[in-house]
């Protein structure tokens, strides 16, 4: 079930992207004064680790628990379990860096509504996958509990990777 709901996720998100972009202004008609960082190459940083990182998740993930219908196990664990990390400290950098930009009501010339919405909703799912997985290491809920741990943690990854679908795809054109 979770395998055919992915796709159809993933599916629509494309379509998703690909009807906002139509429907946003070229660059060079965005409203408003060039958004300016204080420090760009740090910016430019967190965001490539991030972005990346969190690529290299959905793809673990995708081939491991999606098309092959199993766990992560052997290298493809290690791997996800590594950029794991680095999601976190790519999305501090972020929330530290660009938080402003992201903020709704800001002009920006760089990021569009429909851009703003998924990077918060990318944020708020990326927390409660660390906040899952977390969890799923304490034992105070038994094996119901980590089931349940488990399928919070599908779903959140399922939002984070849809809302980055849509992210990139609603960019405006450069």
Do not use: N
């Amino acid at each position: 079930m979770f395998r055919a709901l992915t796709i159809l996720a993933v599916v629509l998100a494309v379509i998703i992207a690909v009807a906002a972009r139509r429907m946003i202004a070229p660059a060079g008609a965005a409203a408003g004064t060039p958004d300016r960082s204080r420090f760009p190459r740090l910016e430019a940083l967190a965001a490539f680790v991030f972005w990346l990182s969190l690529i290299a998740l959905g793809a673990t993930a995708f081939l491991g628990a999606t098309l092959r219908g199993c766990g992560l196990t052997g290298y493809l664990i290690l791997i996800h379990v590594g950029c794991g990390a680095t999601v976190a400290a790519g999305l501090v950098g972020l929330l530290v860096l660009r938080a402003e930009q992201y903020r709704f009501g800001s002009v920006s010339a760089r990021f569009t509504e429909v851009q703003k919405a998924c990077f918060w909703i990318v944020a708020a799912s990326v927390l409660v996958l660390m906040s899952s997985i977390l969890f799923s290491m304490l034992r105070i809920t038994g094996t119901d509990g980590q089931r349940l741990v488990v399928e919070v943690h599908r779903y959140a990854a399922l939002a984070a990777l849809v809302a980055s679908i849509v992210y990139f795809g609603s960019g405006r054109g450069r």
